[in-house]
């Protein structure tokens, strides 16, 4: 008997989107530039009056509000500007700042969104109807065919097929996000959750171990990836630790779903080796992270049962019935009963 797959974005997946866009590179809605930018005739009269250093302090605080030209710079000299200020007006002019801040966003591992990007990426990032997110990131992609944030539209898209449970939709667009980034996290984890799961392999019958090779590649790079994430200046230690952790969580438990699906490609029955890959897969998910994922224990007792482990099965059906909703709640209601009448037929003992 293979208990049936629970095709969900657990807990872990979106905590860890929430990290990701903080911590992983995603999209920065094009350079800051600093308010209320001094004037030429206030640049001027500050040199007059307060001197280079304090007017090279202001610069760097407020930007200017117009181009250095020759026509300028000619004024600028005739107040005594020397060659420093001159450097100083010129890095604090509105191309100059912004050419600095995209800079330094791509040295840091983001990305800068073109300001005329801005608005439709926006409207894509918070649309909460899955239709109309996959109708926006088409018409993204139509609109921004050499966007440098189409791996993240892509990844939109993937989630707003998640959100239809459309399997085959979010293999697609994850695997076209990570073909642009193939280190993008979110599709990284989006890809190796969704492989494994009954309602992708089905359709991928003449395939399936080469698919989920794939999966557990996937889920290797992922765990590198999130290793190497760096704390958000925003976010404590303690609420990125827990977040990193929930994200790795999330990648163990697609680990347990591979090997838990490997080994009922067995041609002589259940293969014990890959289930108990599986078992130590599931254990790390529900362990790793003070929020598991229910639809993990309940995954959890679906090893147990296979391996023989009834008592051990029973206590994860009941774990995921207790942290579990609507279907998972269910369904692992379901298996706690079916697994007793196993156990009551086998004549073992029952723990008390």
């Known amino acids: 008997m293979k208990i049936k797959s629970v095709f969900l974005l657990g807990p872990a997946l979106l905590l860890a989107s929430a990290l990701f866009a903080q911590a992983q590179g995603v999209p920065t ?124 539209v892509y990844a939109y898209e993937a989630h707003s097929y998640q959100m239809k449970n459309d399997a085959i939709k979010v293999v697609e667009y994850a695997e076209k996000s990570l073909g642009l980034k193939k280190d993008n996290l979110d599709s990284l984890m989006t890809a190796a959750s969704v492989i494994p799961m009954a309602q992708f392999l089905h359709e991928h019958q003449s395939d399936q171990e080469q698919q989920l090779d794939k999966a557990e590649a996937y889920c290797r790079e992922a765990l590198k990836g999130i290793d190497q994430l760096k704390k958000p200046p925003t976010m404590d230690d303690a609420q990125f630790a827990s977040r990193k952790a929930s994200a790795i969580a999330g990648v163990h438990a697609s680990l347990g779903l591979i090997h838990y699906d490997r080994a009922s490609l067995g041609l002589m029955g259940w293969d014990k080796d890959e289930l108990a890959k599986a078992e130590k897969e599931y254990q790390l998910a529900v362990t790793l992270t003070d929020r598991p994922d229910p639809s993990d224990y309940y995954r959890m007792g679906a090893v147990y049962t296979q391996e023989g482990k009834l008592d051990d099965a029973i206590a994860a059906f009941t774990k995921a019935s207790e942290l579990g909703q609507g279907l998972v709640k269910q369904l692992a209601d379901q298996q706690i009963e079916l697994v007793k009448k196993a156990k009551a037929q086998s004549g073992a003992p029952a723990k008390p």
């Open 29 to 152: 809605m094009g350079p800051t530039i600093a308010p209320t930018p001094m004037t030429e005739k206030e640049v001027i009269t500050e040199l007059k009056k307060e001197g280079a250093e304090q007017l090279k302090q202001d610069l760097k605080k407020r930007g200017v509000d117009f181009s250095m030209d020759p026509d300028v710079e000619k004024r600028l000299r005739k107040a005594k500007a020397t060659d420093e200020v001159i450097q100083a007006v010129t890095a604090a002019t509105p191309k100059e700042k912004a050419a600095a801040a995209k800079a330094a966003a791509m040295a840091s591992g983001q990305v800068v969104v073109p300001a005329e990007e801005t608005a439709d990426l926006k409207a894509l990032q918070t649309e909460l109807d899955p239709d109309k997110g996959i109708a926006l990131a088409e018409a993204y992609v139509k609109k921004f065919p050499q966007s440098p944030v189409l791996t993240y």
